[in-house]
């Protein structure tokens, strides 16, 4: 059973940082596509950052440069490094993992970590 279990959510005040934390389990992160996702009240999801088997990274542009994505393959977990927080950046965070092998595909999500940028 492939489980992902997002932690690291709270509560942080405009400009703060926070590290959120994927564990997963029942796959090898390092034959994933890992993502982050997030979605705000009345919003639809939306990417927020992506690590590619490999070392290519991508972020949306709203997060450019205070946000990273990272891995630990060893302890098979993903994070999101979150710097210079906005208020805008509030909504739940999810961990995605992607794979296409063939014909195949495997798509699998976490139950969501909430972040809030309040003062």
């Known amino acids: 059973q492939v489980q992902l279990v997002e932690s690291g959510g709270g509560l942080v005040q405009p400009g703060g940082s926070l590290r959120l934390s994927c564990a997963a389990s029942g796959i090898t992160v390092s034959f994933y596509g890992m993502a982050w996702y997030r979605q705000a009240p009345g919003k639809q999801r939306e990417l927020v950052a992506a690590?590619?088997?490999?070392?290519?990274?991508d972020y949306a542009d709203s997060v450019q440069g205070r946000f990273t994505i990272s891995r630990d393959n060893a302890k098979n977990t993903v994070y999101l490094q979150m710097n210079s927080l906005k208020p805008e950046d509030t909504a739940v965070y999810y961990c995605n993992a992607h794979r296409i092998r063939g014909t195949a595909e495997n798509d699998y999500w976490g139950q969501g970590t909430q972040v809030t940028v309040s003062s």
């Open positions: 690590s590619f088997t490999g070392t290519i990274v």
